[in-house]
């Protein structure tokens, strides 16, 4: 599993269904592009092999989840 897997896997399910599938790819990619230009110790900690330890887990999901949030609101899904 990648860094991007490992990242998108923290995804709520509910943000992942509302995305429509035409643009849910580019949407994923981009969000992972940024989650390693934005904050890159937490995307070296995604990028570690084997699962990843609670705290980055935790702090991840928060990232991750917070970021699609904002762009759930701006597009209106």
């Known amino acids: 599993?990648?860094?991007d897997e490992k990242i998108?896997?923290?995804v709520k399910p509910e943000y992942?269904?509302?995305i429509p599938r035409l643009v849910r790819g580019?949407?994923?990619k981009t969000t992972c592009k940024l989650?390693?230009?934005e904050f890159p110790e937490a995307y070296a900690e995604a990028q570690k092999e084997g699962d990843l330890s609670p705290e980055a887990k935790e702090s991840?999901?928060?990232i991750v989840?917070?970021?699609f949030k904002e762009r759930m609101a701006k597009?209106?899904?």
Do not use: F, G, K, P
């Open 26 to 28: 580019h949407a994923t």
């Open 8 to 10: 998108i896997a923290l």
């Open 60 to 62: 991840l999901s928060l």
């Open 75 to 77: 597009h209106n899904l």
């Open 16 to 18: 992942m269904e509302r």
């Open 1 to 3: 599993m990648n860094a």
């Open 35 to 37: 989650i390693a230009r």
């Open 65 to 67: 989840n917070d970021i």
